[in-house]
């Protein structure tokens, strides 16, 4: 079982940053996996928004965030960051970690586990 345990969010005016913090613990977690984040917006879908290797190397994005977000990861304390810039008001959602066997199942929603969110709120 794998438990990840998100940070970081709040409240924020547009054009401001944010910077969301994942910490992975449990008996089968491993530094082998890949990791990412998802949002939730208010009364839509959940979307794929990030999502990086198990060694950094390989980066997605989805294109709405492409250029104002950065994902980045530190195996030696098992957390995953993401840096967003320039917010704006449709960036408003619950931000979930996520972690899976690769990236690119990441980047496709095929999740192995999810946290359990931290809301982010951009004012206009």
């Known amino acids: 079982q794998v438990q990840l345990v998100e940070s970081g969010g709040g409240l924020v005016q547009a054009g401001g940053s944010l910077r969301l913090s994942c910490v992975a613990s449990?008996?089968?977690?491993?530094?082998?996996?890949?990791m990412g984040w998802f949002r939730r917006p208010p009364g839509k879908e959940r979307e794929f928004v990030a999502a990086i290797s198990s060694l950094g190397i390989t980066t997605y994005y989805a294109d709405s965030v492409r250029g104002r977000f950065a994902i980045s990861r530190d195996n030696a304390k098992n957390t995953v960051s993401l840096q967003m810039n320039s917010l704006k008001p449709e960036d408003t959602a619950v931000y979930y970690c996520?972690?899976?066997?690769?990236?690119?199942?990441?980047?496709?929603?095929?999740?192995?586990?999810w946290g359990q969110g931290t809301q982010v709120t951009v004012s206009s």
């Open positions: 996520t972690t899976s066997t690769s990236a690119a199942s990441l980047k496709t929603d095929r999740v192995d586990y």
């Open positions: 449990g008996r089968t977690f491993s530094s082998s996996y890949a």
